[in-house]
Each structure stands twice: as structure tokens, then as C-alpha cells.
């Protein structure tokens, strides 16, 4: 079991695998180049097909042309694992505290792992995954001529999992890049990697969903597809029908280890950003909005009059943040920034990220019922930035069901806050998630104030309302069905 391997961990009941992934032969590019010849063999077996009717793209002559250009790669380093990792005894007696005799802590273990990347500029330059190169000591890179160089990490991005590292070679094989934005659900693509360390292996399918969030802190909007990838892809590119790379293979979702249908790739639109951001400055920066976001389920839009369930709800802003310099508020919806739609939180995430710090940014807003404009002028990300906390809790029927009391200047200091602390739950709050300790800081967007203020707003509800909940060091909404 290589290091990837060990690294899966469960999310939502699959396993979020990293995969390392390897390079594809083939013969030089030199012997294929025209733009006419090319655009003649990568023309798809049926022409103008009716719906229907399938065409199929010439795979063969895209690997034929640029699979080349796709290169292996190889990784060693060293990585830290638990003393009882690797001791069976630790491993059961590890679990009675304070049995003698057994050591505590951990060691560090030599480290190989395989990946892949392609080359983007005919003097070295090649694109792979950060998790690729990760704690690497040395990496080498294989051409599918089988000339080998150890290649220098210029830069790599554990954001967005993009890394840029360089071969001192030149007239190189380069791909062609593509342009994500041309994509559509259904259209073919496909993969070259080595899965399992089987190289030259091109594997084929469709375009699933495109500007996928995945629940595990990233912000790339990735495009889900059904190309059979496994652990052995990673880095590697994926093309669509016309030979241009339109994402690099990162992620897939996995029950066993390996391939189930669902396989997830970086833009390569993002991927080029930080290419040029990593030659230019040899570091990545992300722009910073300063909030913390939710998703918006129906319950939610009930409560804010929204007509669907759709934008990123601002549970809380940063101070001397730029959505506070900008006016954004908890319970503001944003729906749009520069006419880009805001469908989930996670949509908010990836159009932050991808902006660059200092830009101006216009944010189409629903506030008290109502849209409205605002502006901001992103910061720079340090150690925190957008992100969404996704609350998916249900509410049930009844009254709200909770015994509240203000608090205490001491506490209300404490958590640098006014609001009303929750004594006891019952009905529909329990049932929506509410627990004793949580302060109730706004209902509907509106500062809670005194028990009777909660008392008149669950009375004029039409069904539904929404609590600004704090938690611990936490902010979140929470919709409550009341009827």
C-alpha cells in the first residue's frame, strides 16, 4: 500500500481517495503537428449525428497526438506514521492505557509514491497535483521515450491542488490547452494515466456535472465525470473530443479504493491561474471575502421570502474584513458576484478564490426580502477565508419549544456577543437541531433582543423561521418549521 492509499478517508460514507497517477506512451509529436491534419484525425467518427445517434470522438489519434506529452512521475520522501502503526502488540495493547512497555508517539518511514502530469511549455514546464509532490525529496520524471530527469517543485497550491515543477529539457511535446467554459453535461473526455501502475492507459467517458463542490474544504468548482480513474491518475490529463486538455484528474469517490463512477477534475482554467501565479511570483495568493456561508435549503428560503432555494447565506463576517468594509451583513443572501450565479455556498468559495486579492467585486444581494447591489474589494487569504458550513438539519411541527433567558454581561463579554442563551428545547426546535448552551442571536435576521421580541416574531412566522445560532465559536442559521 503506497502512501496515497493510506491517505483515503472517509467522507459522507465514501472515501475521498487522492490518487497518484503515472504517464502514457506514445511516439513523438514532431511526426503529427498540422493544424488541419490534426483537426482532420480528431474529428469524430460521425458527423452532424441527430439526436440519438452517438458520435463517437477518435480517441485513438488524440492519444496518438498528444498522449506524449503526458508524463510519469516518481516521488520519495519520508512521512510520519504512529509507533503502534507499525507494532501489532501497540496495535491491542495499545487500547489499555498506561500498559507497560509500550512506546507513545510517532517515526518517521521512507516514502515512494507514483503520480502524473503533462507538459504545458516545450522547455519543461509541466502541470501535476500538490498531494503529488507533497513532503517529496526528490522527483523524477519520466518522458514516454523512457528518458528519465529529476525535476525541481517551482511552486505548488494545496488550495486548489496544483502544482507546477520543471525538467531541464528542451523541445518538448506540449499539450494543447482547452477552455473549460465550452463543456457541457454529456460531452466525451478522456483520461491517460497509469492506474495501479498500468502505464499508456487511456480510459473514456462523459462529462457528469460541471462546478461540483466537494465537501472537503476545497473551493475548486470541479468537473464530475464517469471516466473510470483510480489511484494511479492523478496529475493526469483530461481532454476533451477536440485533444484539449480541459482539467487535470484529482479526485475520486470510493467505497473500496477504486473506481465507482464518480471521478472529479481541476479546471484547467483554475489550474492555468496558478501555473502563471506560481512562474511569476513562485507563490500562490487567494483572494479573502471574510464571511462564513451556508447553503440555503427550502426551509430557509421560506424564512427570507426567497422565491427558490439557491445562494450562499452569510452566517457571519470577519471583522475589518471586506465584506464588512463592504456592508454585508448576517442573513444577507449573495446570489450573484459579476453576474455569475450563486447557486450554493460552495459556488461563493470557488468565485473568491479564483478572483485575485485587491479586485473589486460586484455582489448581487437578498436582504429583508429585497435585492440589492453591493461592492467589495477582496483581501488577501491567510490562514482562514470563505467557508461553508452546509446545515442540512430538519425541523418538525409545533410551537418553537424553547426556555431562554438573556445573558449575563459576563457571558455576553465572554462571547464578545448580545443574544439569548437557550436553557431547554423541545418541539420543533429540538427537533431542528437547537441544544441547550446555544445563543440565539438573530431570528430572521433580525437581532434577538429580549424574550418577548422572540415571542412576537414566532407569532407573526408563516411557518417558518430562521435562528442565527452561536455554538462554541460558531455561527450558523438554523430553520425551524413551526406549523
Same mark, same amino acid.
Given at each position: 500500500?503506497?502512501?496515497?492509499q493510506?491517505?483515503?478517508?472517509?467522507i459522507?460514507?465514501?472515501?475521498?481517495?487522492?490518487?497518484?497517477?503515472?504517464?502514457?506512451g506514445?511516439?513523438?509529436?514532431?511526426?503529427?503537428?498540422?493544424?488541419?491534419y490534426? @483537426?482532420?484525425?480528431?474529428?469524430?467518427?460521425q458527423s452532424?449525428?441527430?439526436?440519438?445517434t452517438?458520435?463517437?470522438?477518435?480517441?485513438?489519434?488524440?492519444n496518438?497526438?498528444?498522449?506524449?506529452?503526458?508524463?510519469?512521475i516518481?516521488v520519495k520522501?519520508v512521512?510520519?506514521?504512529?509507533d503502534s502503526?507499525?507494532?501489532?502488540? @501497540?496495535?491491542?495493547?495499545?487500547?489499555f492505557?498506561?500498559?507497560?512497555?509500550?512506546?507513545?508517539?510517532?517515526? *518517521?518511514?521512507?516514502?515512494?509514491?507514483?503520480?502524473?502530469?503533462?507538459?504545458?511549455?516545450?522547455n519543461?514546464?509541466?502541470?501535476?497535483?500538490?498531494?503529488?509532490?507533497?513532503?517529496?525529496?526528490?522527483?523524477?520524471?519520466?518522458?514516454?521515450?523512457?528518458r528519465?530527469?529529476?525535476?525541481k517543485?517551482?511552486?505548488?497550491d494545496? @488550495?486548489?491542488?496544483?502544482?507546477?515543477?520543471k525538467?531541464?529539457?528542451?523541445?518538448?511535446?506540449?499539450v494543447?490547452?482547452g477552455h473549460?467554459?465550452?463543456l457541457?453535461?454529456?460531452?466525451?473526455?478522456?483520461?491517460i494515466?497509469?492506474?495501479?501502475?498500468?502505464?499508456?492507459?487511456?480510459?473514456?467517458g462523459?462529462?457528469?456535472?460541471?462546478?461540483?463542490s466537494?465537501?472537503?474544504?476545497?473551493?475548486?468548482p470541479?468537473?464530475?465525470t464517469?471516466?473510470p480513474?483510480?489511484?494511479?491518475n492523478?496529475g493526469?490529463?483530461?481532454f476533451n473530443?477536440?485533444g484539449?486538455?480541459v482539467?487535470? *484528474?484529482?479526485q475520486i469517490y470510493?467505497?473500496?479504493?477504486?473506481?465507482?463512477?464518480?471521478?472529479?477534475?481541476i479546471?484547467?482554467?483554475?489550474?492555468?491561474?496558478?501555473?502563471?501565479?506560481?512562474?511569476?511570483?513562485?507563490?500562490?495568493?487567494?483572494?479573502?471575502?471574510?464571511?462564513?456561508?451556508?447553503?440555503? *435549503? @427550502?426551509?430557509?428560503a421560506?424564512s427570507?421570502?426567497?422565491?427558490?432555494p439557491?445562494?450562499a447565506?452569510?452566517?457571519?463576517?470577519?471583522?475589518?474584513?471586506?465584506?464588512a468594509?463592504?456592508?454585508?451583513?448576517?442573513?444577507?443572501?449573495?446570489?450573484?458576484?459579476?453576474?455569475?450565479?450563486?447557486i450554493s455556498?460552495?459556488d461563493?468559495?470557488?468565485a473568491?478564490?479564483?478572483?485575485?486579492?485587491g479586485?473589486?467585486?460586484?455582489?448581487?444581494?437578498?436582504?429583508?426580502?429585497?435585492?440589492m447591489?453591493?461592492?467589495?474589494?477582496?483581501?488577501?487569504?491567510?490562514?482562514?477565508?470563505?467557508?461553508?458550513?452546509?446545515?442540512?438539519?430538519?425541523a418538525g411541527?409545533?410551537?418553537?419549544?424553547?426556555?431562554?433567558?438573556?445573558?449575563?454581561?459576563?457571558?455576553?463579554s465572554?462571547?464578545?456577543?448580545?443574544?439569548?442563551?437557550?436553557?431547554?428545547v423541545?418541539?420543533a426546535?429540538?427537533r431542528a437541531?437547537?441544544?441547550?448552551?446555544d445563543?440565539?442571536?438573530?431570528?430572521?435576521?433580525?437581532?434577538?433582543?429580549?424574550?418577548?421580541?422572540?415571542?412576537?416574531?414566532?407569532?407573526n412566522?408563516?411557518?417558518?423561521?430562521?435562528?442565527?445560532?452561536?455554538?462554541g465559536? *460558531?455561527?450558523i442559521?438554523?430553520?425551524v418549521r413551526?406549523?
Amino acid at each position: 500500500m503506497n502512501s496515497t492509499q493510506r491517505s483515503t478517508k472517509k467522507i459522507a460514507r465514501l472515501t475521498l481517495a487522492l490518487l497518484a497517477a503515472g504517464a502514457i506512451g506514445g511516439t513523438g509529436l514532431a511526426a503529427c503537428s498540422g493544424t488541419a491534419y490534426a @483537426q482532420a484525425l480528431l474529428a469524430p467518427t460521425q458527423s452532424s449525428a441527430p439526436i440519438g445517434t452517438v458520435a463517437t470522438p477518435n480517441f485513438a489519434q488524440i492519444n496518438k497526438l498528444y498522449g506524449p506529452a503526458v508524463v510519469n512521475i516518481t516521488v520519495k520522501g519520508v512521512e510520519k506514521v504512529s509507533d503502534s502503526q507499525d507494532d501489532p502488540f @501497540q496495535q491491542f495493547f495499545g487500547q489499555f492505557p498506561g500498559f507497560p512497555g509500550m512506546p507513545h508517539g510517532s517515526h *518517521n518511514v521512507p516514502m515512494e509514491g507514483v503520480g502524473s502530469g503533462f507538459i504545458v511549455s516545450s522547455n519543461g514546464i509541466i502541470l501535476t497535483n500538490a498531494h503529488v509532490v507533497k513532503d517529496a525529496k526528490s522527483v523524477v520524471v519520466k518522458l514516454t521515450d523512457r528518458r528519465e530527469y529529476r525535476a525541481k517543485v517551482l511552486g505548488s497550491d494545496p @488550495q486548489t491542488d496544483v502544482a507546477v515543477i520543471k525538467i531541464d529539457a528542451t523541445n518538448l511535446p506540449t499539450v494543447k490547452i482547452g477552455h473549460v467554459s465550452s463543456l457541457q453535461v454529456g460531452d466525451w473526455v478522456l483520461a491517460i494515466g497509469s492506474p495501479y501502475g498500468l502505464e499508456s492507459t487511456a480510459t473514456a467517458g462523459i462529462v457528469s456535472a460541471l462546478g461540483r463542490s466537494l465537501p472537503d474544504d476545497t473551493s475548486v468548482p470541479f468537473i464530475q465525470t464517469d471516466v473510470p480513474v483510480n489511484p494511479g491518475n492523478s496529475g493526469g490529463p483530461l481532454f476533451n473530443s477536440q485533444g484539449e486538455v480541459v482539467g487535470i *484528474n484529482s479526485q475520486i469517490y470510493t467505497k473500496t479504493g477504486g473506481y465507482q463512477g464518480l471521478s472529479f477534475s481541476i479546471p484547467i482554467d483554475v489550474a492555468e491561474k496558478i501555473k502563471d501565479q506560481i512562474l511569476a511570483h513562485g507563490k500562490v495568493q487567494h483572494a479573502r471575502l471574510g464571511v462564513t456561508a451556508q447553503e440555503v *435549503n @427550502q426551509e430557509l428560503a421560506d424564512s427570507f421570502n426567497l422565491p427558490s432555494p439557491s445562494g450562499a447565506l452569510i452566517a457571519s463576517v470577519m471583522k475589518d474584513s471586506a465584506a464588512a468594509h463592504a456592508g454585508l451583513k448576517p442573513g444577507d443572501i449573495i446570489r450573484k458576484i459579476d453576474g455569475r450565479d450563486i447557486i450554493s455556498s460552495g459556488d461563493l468559495a470557488s468565485a473568491i478564490n479564483m478572483d485575485a486579492p485587491g479586485q473589486r467585486i460586484t455582489m448581487d444581494v437578498w436582504r429583508n426580502g429585497k435585492p440589492m447591489t453591493l461592492t467589495a474589494t477582496l483581501g488577501k487569504l491567510d490562514d482562514s477565508g470563505v467557508t461553508a458550513d452546509v446545515s442540512s438539519v430538519s425541523a418538525g411541527h409545533g410551537k418553537l419549544g424553547v426556555a431562554l433567558r438573556p445573558l449575563t454581561p459576563q457571558e455576553a463579554s465572554a462571547i464578545g456577543t448580545q443574544g439569548l442563551l437557550v436553557e431547554q428545547v423541545s418541539g420543533a426546535a429540538e427537533r431542528a437541531g437547537i441544544q441547550p448552551e446555544d445563543v440565539i442571536l438573530a431570528i430572521n435576521g433580525v437581532p434577538a433582543t429580549s424574550v418577548d421580541q422572540v415571542r412576537k416574531e414566532v407569532a407573526n412566522a408563516k411557518g417558518t423561521i430562521a435562528l442565527l445560532i452561536q455554538r462554541g465559536d *460558531n455561527k450558523i442559521f438554523v430553520p425551524v418549521r413551526l406549523k
